[in-house]
């Protein structure tokens, strides 16, 4: 909402924590919150933090890429960073507004090509990193950025992804976020997609104490695509809720959609998709998967992945499977002289590379292969 | 719209649209209260211990908010319903005994036919009450009760009090503690150890009063080993204003027993049909839910099944037609507590001038429960630009050795397949019927035969008006 811009960018912090606080935390009867107790969340240490005249960012960015990159201007910055909806989650970004820093913000302008940026942040404390991308028309560019905890104990965050993409505008965007066991983590990463954009999204968590991410793909121009692939590793007691939206407002637009959940010792993974297909949206294609592979008695998987498809003419479907490793397929490993743990650990291996296959950067592959690889070979073993 | 699609409102309402003159022995007023629970009870004679089970469910119905993450239902008046309407002073068991009315109604609607042709045993009942029941004598020989749900109540007291409410107990769900208040006929049934009734059990449900509640509640018992269908059918004439249909079905299925509960739903388009459907499967037993809601302004059913003991299975089937104004919501729950359970949902839903339908599903596989399988199919098709398909599973996994699968799709007909059809010379209608035909036949091919051409045929009455 344009209304909304001024407010947003002259609101000083503390009228954002008023709001915060008068927002109610989300109560645990709303659809979305059914399945991870928001009570859990350290509210409390968040507005303290945000209370203080000045405070540390409790963030280390690191960035590295090959050109130097351009800002976005602060009317962009604005109606990009605007809090459009209220919604069950609004008292996260009232919170994140009241503390957010820093703001990473590039333009990716239209001459650069196949061009890779890698953003690094250091998480040390009660934290609120923002990172936004706004795409020119004709740029192609691969995007790296992790979160990740500076200590190993708690290192609460409240992040914010924004990317915007132009018309035509290429982008190959990859997230992690391997954060302390011990770190509540909230995030909302939001895409808009014009006409005949292409968005490649690739994400990998290893979950935490209590992990929730709202992951939404708007997709609102003719034309525009976009394909996502995720994958949560879990272990020990580590949880991570992900919830997706690909929003179809537009005709003949394309979203693909992979979500896996790999779940060791009493790790529990819930996945919340949604396909909204609007009247207007002719033609989409659309497809949501939702894969789990539980190689513990007590891992705990959900998956809801919902539909709501209000145009006829469209290809919409979604999957969801929820199974160990095949006896079949182990057994094959055993005879070929495998230990039962070697031969787990090998079909986990094999249902994680069909998510990192896709990831075009050689290292950030090679790295989110061996934190699988740890997870479960710690858990097998 | 065109001559065509006028004739087949006509038929269809001619079929099923009309009402007789309101004429009973008791109508009560509009309005819920204790005294109302309290007369209902008395009226039935019914022994204290259920009068108390009735008021206490209506405080619990009291207390409970409306269920707010379905269907809208904010148009539900709970003011502005009869709850009780007493047609008979009794069930009849010669169908020449039951008022004239009545009858008129149920001979209209082919009910005499059908049990003569092919039916163990016949249900109706009209507005609260049971009017008339039948079982042939052969399965009576045999042990099996058929009976109203009051009538059970009244001569196998032990039996009714040990399952009564066991399954869907009123705390449930506001809607379901609504009916243990106010309950009144359904079906009563008991298969003993062994039996196998081999041909269908049938109710028939009617509301015919203006602003009409029907609370049936029905309960069933297959004992271990033994093997029942029961099908039900479900009309009402088309009123300006609406009526509520909020029924309890309980189905205890014991070791090694088969039941099939099949639901053909054609109310009219002023009817919100809110139903609690729940069956327990004990080892190896296998529950079958059929259920086809093709009318109705609004349906929320999910028929669900416990499986409880090991090697028990579950089948659901389900058909979703929503047309103008029309909101089904229809779907299932299965929750597996016991190894080497499976379950099987396919679902098939059409959504028509601007019509919506919704899949709501729940699985859950508890710890413990190894070796459970779980396959999951939900269909849509949308008929048009103007209409709404929706898809909402929820799946809930706490055992490693489980393999559970769900896939859904919505689309609409293939420009191909229609060309290829008129290319042999079907009309546009006639061969979107046909591939509608097609789309439900898993389901409709489960049906016994003559309502399988009957469910063929209101789909094809739906389907005329589709084009052109």
Redesign the interface.
Request: aromatic letters at 8%; proline letters at 3%; charged letters at 30%.
């Given at each position: 909402m344009d209304s909304q811009i001024p407010a947003l960018t002259s609101t000083p912090r503390t009228s954002a924590l008023e709001i915060a606080q008068q927002t109610a935390i989300p109560d645990r009867k709303q659809e979305d919150w059914r399945h991870l107790d928001p009570q859990a969340f350290p509210w409390e240490e968040f507005e303290q933090a945000a209370l203080q005249e000045y405070r540390q960012p409790c963030v280390d960015s690191q960035v590295e890429s090959g050109v130097v990159l351009p800002t976005i201007d602060a009317a962009k910055l604005a109606q990009i960073l605007a809090i459009r909806e209220e919604d069950a989650d609004s008292k996260f970004l009232y919170l994140h507004r009241a503390l957010t820093s820093p703001i990473v913000a590039y333009r990716i302008p239209g001459n650069l090509r196949d061009g890779a940026i890698r953003i690094v942040q250091r998480i040390s404390g009660p934290a609120a990193p923002t990172i936004v991308l706004y795409v020119e028309s004709g740029a192609d560019a691969i995007v790296y950025h992790r979160w990740e905890s500076e200590t190993s104990g708690a290192t609460p965050m409240i992040g914010r992804i924004e990317i915007m993409l132009e018309r035509g505008a290429r982008l190959q965007f990859l997230h992690e976020d391997q954060l302390s066991a011990a770190s509540p983590l909230y995030y909302r990463a939001h895409t808009q997609l014009a006409e005949n954009a292409h968005l490649d999204w690739g994400v990998f968590t290893t979950g935490s104490v209590w992990h929730a991410a709202k992951m939404t793909i708007d997709l609102q121009g003719a034309g525009a695509e976009s394909t996502t692939y995720g994958l949560f590793c879990g272990a020990g007691a580590r949880t991570a809720e992900h919830r997706t939206v690909q929003n179809h407002a537009c005709p003949r637009a394309k979203s693909d959609l992979v979500f896996k959940s790999l779940l060791a010792g009493k790790s529990h993974s819930v996945y919340q998709g949604m396909i909204r297909v609007e009247k207007a949206a002719q033609r989409t294609d659309a497809y949501q998967a939702s894969r789990n592979l539980i190689l513990s008695p007590t891992a705990h998987a959900e998956t809801i992945p919902r539909l709501e498809i209000l145009a006829d003419d469209v290809r919409c479907s979604h999957g969801a499977t929820v199974g160990t490793v095949d006896v079949n397929m182990l057994f094959y490993l055993m005879t070929r002289g495998l230990s039962r743990a070697q031969a787990l650990a090998m079909a986990a291996e094999g249902f994680a590379e069909e998510v990192i296959r896709r990831v075009p950067l050689k290292d950030i592959a090679a790295r989110w292969r061996s934190a699988v690889q740890q997870t479960i070979g710690n858990n097998l073993a | 719209m065109s001559n065509k699609a006028v004739d087949s409102d006509i038929d269809n309402y001619e079929r099923y649209g009309f009402h007789q003159p309101e004429k009973y022995l008791v109508k009560m007023d509009k309005g819920l209260s204790r005294r109302v629970v309290e007369e209902i009870s008395a009226y039935k004679n019914e022994p204290s211990w259920m009068r108390d089970f009735r008021l206490k469910s209506l405080d619990i119905f009291l207390s409970k908010p409306m269920p707010t993450?379905g269907a809208d239902l904010s148009g539900v008046d709970f003011d502005n319903i009869h709850y009780y309407v007493r047609p008979t002073d009794r069930p009849q068991h010669n169908w020449d005994d039951v008022p004239e009315d009545i009858k008129n109604t149920f001979d209209k609607l082919g009910i005499p036919e059908a049990e003569k042709k092919f039916l163990a045993g016949v249900g109706a009942q009209y507005e609260s009450e049971m009017v008339y029941h039948s079982l042939q004598k052969q399965w009576e020989e045999l042990g099996v009760i058929f009976l109203d749900t009051d009538t059970g109540l009244r001569d196998h007291p032990d039996i009714f009090r040990k399952y009564f409410a066991s399954i869907v107990p009123p705390s449930d769900n506001k809607l379901a503690a609504l009916n243990s208040a106010v309950w009144s006929g359904g079906s009563f049934i008991y298969i003993p150890p062994g039996v196998h009734v081999t041909i269908p059990l049938q109710a028939y449900f009617r509301i015919n009063a203006q602003n009409m509640g029907q609370f049936e509640r029905t309960l069933i018992i297959a004992d271990e080993g033994s093997n029942v269908h029961y099908v039900e059918g479900c009309t009402a004439p088309v009123y300006s204003s609406d009526s509520l249909h909020a029924a309890v079905v309980e189905c205890i299925v014991k070791k090694g027993a088969r039941m099939r509960y099949t639901t053909i739903q054609n109310w009219s388009r002023n009817v919100y049909n809110l139903v609690t459907k729940r069956a327990i499967a004990e080892d190896d037993a296998i529950v079958e839910w059929v259920d086809c809601n093709l009318g109705s302004k609004m349906t929320m059913k999910y028929p669900a099944v416990f499986l409880k003991g090991k090697g028990a299975r579950a089948d659901i089937l389900s058909v979703a037609y929503a047309g103008s104004g029309q909101h089904i919501e229809a779907g299932s729950k299965i929750i597996h507590s016991a190894p080497h359970t499976t379950s099987v949902v396919v679902s098939k839903s059409i959504s028509r001038g601007g019509g919506r339908t919704s899949y709501r599903g729940l699985l859950k596989?508890l710890?413990g429960a190894v070796g459970s399988k779980s396959s999951v199919r939900c269909d849509?098709l949308?008929?048009?630009?103007m209409?709404?398909?929706?898809?909402?599973?929820?799946?809930?996994?706490?055992?490693?050795?489980?393999?559970?699968?769900?896939?859904?799709?919505?689309?609409?007909i293939g420009d191909e397949q229609l060309f290829y059809l008129m290319s042999r010379a079907l009309s546009q209608a006639q061969a979107t019927a046909l591939i509608v035909q097609g789309f439900i036949e898993p389901v409709v091919k489960e049906l016994p035969m003559e309502y399988a051409l009957e469910m063929n045929r209101l789909i094809q009455l739906q389907m005329e008006g589709s084009v052109g």
């Open positions: - | 993450w596989i710890n849509a949308l008929m048009d630009e209409s709404r398909s929706d898809t909402y599973p929820y799946m809930d996994v706490k055992e490693e050795k489980v393999t559970l699968g769900h896939e859904a799709t919505v689309s609409r």
